[in-house]
């Protein structure tokens, strides 16, 4: 598939898969006139590197745990410890950022627990 198909059905614009191209994270095959064509697990892909973003990871980050993710399974390979390290490091990261996604989600929660509660009674 072309780039625009790609990019509509991930909801990801062309720039920024050409960005994640650039970052390593996309290999798409090339044409023999030179066009980009995306085979069909690079939509599983793009979304993958979207959830990971979204997460919070860096693209250096998703370059080195994208590849050990296959099937929505992690295959295990050998890691250096500086990379181990890093990881590490956005694992805390992101336990911390869960942690107060959690705290965010209870206290709006409670807050419209107590206007319902308000407007039921009348109030």
Known sequence: MRIGELAGRTGVA??????????GLLEPE???NGYREYGEPLVERVRQIRSLLASGLS???????????ADGQFHV???AP???AALEHEY????ERAECLS???DAVGAYLGAVRSLRAAGR
């Open 30 to 32: 090339r044409s023999a």
């Open 77 to 79: 390979r050998d890691a």
């Open 82 to 84: 500086e990379t181990l």
């Open 59 to 69: 693209t250096r980050t998703i370059r080195t745990v994208l590849p050990c993710l």
């Open 103 to 105: 705290r965010s989600r």
């Open 14 to 23: 062309p720039r920024l898969l050409r960005y994640y191209e650039e970052q």
């Open 92 to 95: 805390r990261q992101l336990v």
